[in-house]
């Protein structure tokens, strides 16, 4: 058995009879801040569905927690610990705040940790609690990601998977939103984030993965990618 708590090998997906996945493999151990970077169309958020069982065509291997994903349906994966957050800001735009949040615990209901976990979440990110009653389809493009983060994390997941969380949001935002990973990873919680920002993934994570047309070009550790002459040019325009 494998020390990691996901272990992706080589995984290939396909849409109808395109492959977009050629054999990927990562891992993510645990509490660990993994990125995955590259060009739009290189299969990062197809990565991303494959892990939480949402692309029906794919083969190779999906192991959590020792667990094969490839056997399980999708509605089963976030009570194993994996949240997901969608690329775009899916919350449910005419329920309140706090019940978009309730919502997120949708696999625990009635586990007594749960106000518990609101109270973390409202810690992390305090403009949530000011607005709880508010409907959240009402509020900035910003607030309503950390609805999205703050709806995963009620799951309190060992995994947190995001897809562009920072697309197309202010600057301020997406600092803030970012050091609220730093913030959930510091607390033991593993992240894989796939971000269109280079620069700004590889400042918050450990680790990184460069997609290329839905393989993997390179890997190595967050310090490591920033310093590759071949992150430098294609990604990071230095
Ligand atoms: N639902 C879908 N049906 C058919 N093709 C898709 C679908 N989703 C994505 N694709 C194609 O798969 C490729 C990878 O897409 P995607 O995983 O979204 O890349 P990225 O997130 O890196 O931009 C693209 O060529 C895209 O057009
Ligand atoms: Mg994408």
């Given amino acids: 058995m494998s020390a990691d708590l996901l272990t992706v090998a080589n995984l290939s ?10 054999g990927v493999s ?16 290189a299969g990062k958020s197809t990565l991303l569905r494959a892990i939480s ?11 959590f927690r020792g667990q094969d994903l490839m056997r399980m349906p999708a509605h089963r994966v976030p009570a194993l610990g994996i949240a997901h957050v969608p690329e775009g800001r ?25 106000p ?10 305090p403009r949530l609690r000011e607005r709880r009653s508010q409907r959240a389809g009402s509020m900035s493009g910003g607030e309503q990601q950390m609805v999205a983060v703050g709806r995963a994390l009620m ?36 992240i894989l984030l ?12 450990t680790r990184g993965v460069v997609l290329e047309s839905g393989r993997v070009a390179l890997e190595g550790s967050a ?11 294609a990604y990071l325009g230095l």
């Fill in 13 to 22: 997906a396909r849409y109808d009879r395109v492959e977009v996945l050629h």
């Fill in 155 to 190: 799951l309190a997941p060992r995994l947190l998977m995001l897809d562009e969380p920072s697309h197309g949001l202010a600057p301020m935002v997406v600092e803030e939103l970012h050091a609220a990973l730093v913030t959930i990873h510091a607390r033991g919680t593993a």
């Fill in 53 to 63: 069982r949402l692309v029906p065509r794919a083969t190779g291997s999906i192991a």
């Fill in 90 to 114: 899916h919350v449910f735009p005419d329920m309140s705040v706090e019940d978009n949040l309730l919502a997120g615990a949708f696999s625990c209901r009635g586990d007594p940790a749960i």
């Fill in 223 to 233: 310090a490591a990618l920033r310093d590759d002459p071949r992150v430098r040019e």
């Fill in 26 to 41: 990562l891992t993510v151990g645990p509490g660990e801040f993994v990125c995955v970077i590259g060009a739009n169309t």
């Fill in 194 to 205: 796939v971000e269109q920002n280079t620069q700004l993934a590889l400042s918050v994570a």
């Fill in 116 to 125: 518990a976990r609101m109270e973390e979440v409202f810690a992390l990110f």
